[in-house]
C-alpha cells in the first residue's frame, strides 16, 4: 500500500512538473535569428507598425492623388489596400493585447504580411515621392521583424 501511494506521488509530481515546465516555456522571449524579444519587446513593434501603417496611409492617399493613377481603378485599389492594412494591424495590436500565447497571433501578422506585399509592389512599380517612400520603409522594416519573431516570409 505504501508503495502505491509513494508511486501515485511520484507520478503526480512529474506530471506537475511537466505542467509547470510548459507553462514557463510558453512564457519565454521569442529568439529571431539570434536576437532574443521579450513580449513588450514584441508589443512595441506591432505599436510601432500600427502606428507607422496609419500615418504611410495618409501620405499614401495623398501621393496617389498626386500621380498619374488619380482618378483610376488602380488608386482605389491601392487606397483600399492601404485601408486593410491599417485594419489588419489594428486588429493584430487588439488580439496580442487578448492573448498569452504568441503562436496565437500569427495568422494575424501574416495576413498584415500578405497585404503588405501587394502594397510593396506598388511601392517598387512607381515612385510616390521621398515622403511616402520613406514611410513605406519604416513599415516594410517592422513589419519584417514581426515576421522574424514568427518566422514567416519577409516583404521583399
Known amino acids: 500500500m505504501k508503495k502505491n501511494l509513494f508511486n501515485l506521488f511520484a507520478m503526480l509530481s512529474g506530471v506537475m512538473a511537466v505542467l509547470v515546465f510548459a ?3 510558453n512564457a519565454q522571449p521569442r529568439v529571431a535569428r ?3 524579444y521579450t513580449k513588450e519587446e514584441v508589443k512595441q513593434i506591432i505599436k510601432n507598425v500600427e502606428d507607422r501603417v496609419d500615418k504611410f496611409k495618409k501620405e499614401f492617399d495623398k ?7 488619380n482618378g483610376s ?7 483600399d489596400r492601404a ?3 491599417e485594419h489588419a494591424t489594428d486588429e493584430l495590436r487588439r488580439e496580442f493585447d487578448k492573448h498569452d500565447l504568441w503562436i496565437e497571433n500569427k495568422d494575424e501578422v501574416r495576413k498584415c504580411l500578405n497585404i503588405a506585399q501587394d502594397i510593396n509592389v506598388a511601392m517598387k512599380n512607381r515612385h510616390f515621392g521621398a515622403v511616402t517612400e520613406s514611410n513605406w520603409a519604416n513599415v516594410r522594416y517592422e513589419l519584417n521583424t514581426l515576421a522574424k519573431i514568427y518566422n514567416l516570409p519577409t516583404i521583399r
Open 34 to 36: 539570434g536576437r532574443v
Open 63 to 69: 501621393s496617389l492623388d498626386h500621380s498619374v493613377l
Open 23 to 25: 507553462n514557463v516555456s
Open 83 to 85: 485601408k486593410d492594412l
Open 73 to 79: 481603378n488602380r488608386e482605389d485599389y491601392l487606397n
